[in-house]
């Protein structure tokens, strides 16, 4: 079975759904075809969480200042069958979360930048 993995270390909860964000085009070419960036993103959301689920998003991110970036594994973007692919020098956001319910942390995301997947 696959999983979501920052740095090669399963999240402990795992997300309530994710999904690749769609680019907006950077330009046009002389044809009028969009130009799109080579990078994507990708978000993950949970609905609810408990605060040491969110602790080690927040664990994830405070690391980042060794290298900048990390390696995340996320469902395959182009692939016949649903599967998980390491995709490494990620960028990642700071997880964000709204009101907290009975001690959890509701509607977190985390976003994950500079995705190459070509």
Not at 17 to 35: C, F, S
Not at 75 to 92: A, H
Request: hydrophobic share 35%; aromatic share 14%; charged share 20%.
């Amino acid at each position: 079975m696959s999983y979501y993995r920052i740095n090669g270390v399963d999240l402990t909860l795992q997300p309530s759904d994710g999904k690749w964000m769609t680019r907006q085009p950077i330009a046009l070419d002389g044809n009028g075809q969009p130009i799109y960036p080579v990078e994507r993103e990708f978000q993950l959301s949970w609905d609810l969480m408990d605060v040491s689920e969110l602790y080690q998003l927040q664990d994830f991110f405070d690391t980042l200042g060794v290298t900048g970036t990390v390696s995340v594994d996320l469902p395959t973007l182009k692939s016949l069958t649903y599967g998980f692919t390491t995709y490494s020098g990620c960028v990642m956001y700071e997880p964000e979360y709204d009101v907290y319910f009975e001690d959890h942390p509701t509607k977190a995301s985390l976003l994950i930048a500079r995705i190459r997947t070509i």
